[in-house]
């Protein structure tokens, strides 16, 4: 069964600090790793990470995928408070789409 | 571009009645898949369609979850009865050729169902 684990699970930081969310994994197959942000709604999409594609990087988000660790991070870098959500990290492999629980990201004024 | 589109909202109903939810995916993309999120949670699994056919409803409790996909494109997601677990947020998603390529999903705004 494919297994994705994130943390911390919850973070509080102020306004202007840089967070790094983490994400590993234990999956058949591995194709991708997905992260979303989540608010009041469903997830919105951020990034998509590959074995042809490890790193991306928009704005002040960026994201590195380890294939020999099977893990992720997530950076974001002088955080506002409209980056408070609940971050999604979710791996495609032989079992479909699984997902982490989630990291619940709250920022400060 | 417009995004997966869901409806409704929001649905309050007793336990043991039915309900249904609706999903209309992005233009052309090929792959639907309903998605069950409790509070606290990452949202899990119940079927994953391509085009009108079941890839996969290995999660789906199928004692009282339907689905079906007629003409390749809406979906409908049945409950009945309704239990009080099955309270949670119901996400539709749908994958296909975008930039990212087939692998990304995009999510509606999700229905959130409460189970009284």
């Known amino acids: 069964e494919d297994k994705v684990v994130q943390s911390p699970l919850s973070l509080v930081v102020h306004e202007g600090d840089t967070v790094t969310l983490n994400c590993s994994y234990e999956v058949t197959n591995f194709r991708s790793l997905l992260w979303y942000k989540q608010e009041k709604k469903a997830p919105t999409f951020l990034f998509m990470l590959?074995?042809?594609?490890i790193e991306k990087k928009s704005g002040r988000l960026s994201s590195i995928l380890d294939k020999k660790e099977l893990s992720s991070i997530l950076n974001i870098t002088a955080t506002q408070t409209g980056d408070s959500a609940i971050y999604l990290c979710a791996v495609l492999g032989a079992d479909g789409l699984t997902f982490g629980k989630g990291t619940h990201l709250i920022i400060q004024p | 571009e417009a995004g997966v589109a869901q409806s409704p909202r929001y649905k309050i109903i007793e336990k043991r009645q039915s309900v249904a939810f609706w999903c209309n995916p992005i233009?052309?993309?090929?792959?639907l898949y309903w998605y069950q999120q409790i509070l606290g949670q990452g949202p899990k699994l119940l079927i994953q369609?391509?085009?009108?056919?079941?890839?996969?409803d290995s999660q789906l409790p199928k004692d009282r979850f339907s689905a079906e996909r007629l003409k390749g494109v809406d979906s409908t997601l049945k409950i009945q009865p309704a239990k009080l677990e099955d309270s949670a947020v119901y996400l539709c998603?749908?994958?296909?050729?975008?930039?990212?390529?087939?692998?990304?999903?995009?999510f509606g705004p999700g229905t959130r169902l409460t189970v009284l």
């Open positions: 998603a749908s994958s296909g050729a975008g930039i990212e390529g087939t692998d990304t999903q995009y």
């Open positions: 590959t074995s042809s594609g």
């Open positions: 369609f391509q085009n009108n056919g079941v890839v996969d």
């Open positions: 233009s052309g993309h090929a792959t």
